[in-house]
């Protein structure tokens, strides 16, 4: 297994049961083939640039760890969710 981390933006003028039912779903992807080691609630933080003509996000990062085919899925998951601004996982394992 290894190291990954995944920061999401959600929309901001999302309800607060919205943005939990979808950080729970990153949180059940994970956990199929995986474990979340830790979990950083940013909350609403002001945008570098205008993302789908909205200027607030709400941050949430997820580290955990996971065989290599799951990042992909998750992306993949992540990126068709409603709610969804934007994605990034990165692997933290030191080359």
Do not use: H
């Not at 950080?23 to 979340?36: C, F, H, P």
């Not at 996000?57 to 955990?64: D, W």
């Amino acid at each position: 297994m290894k190291k990954y981390e995944v920061m999401f933006i959600l929309d901001a003028s999302l309800e607060d049961a919205q943005k939990t039912a979808l950080i729970d779903m990153a949180k059940e992807i994970i956990a199929s083939d995986g474990e979340v080691t830790k979990e950083d609630i940013w909350g609403n933080r002001k945008l570098a640039y205008p993302i789908q003509k909205k200027f607030e996000g709400y941050y949430v990062v997820l580290e955990f760890n996971a065989n290599p085919e799951l990042p992909r899925e998750l992306e993949r998951r992540l990126r068709i969710a409603d709610g969804v601004m934007r994605q990034l996982i990165i692997c933290k394992e030191e080359k």
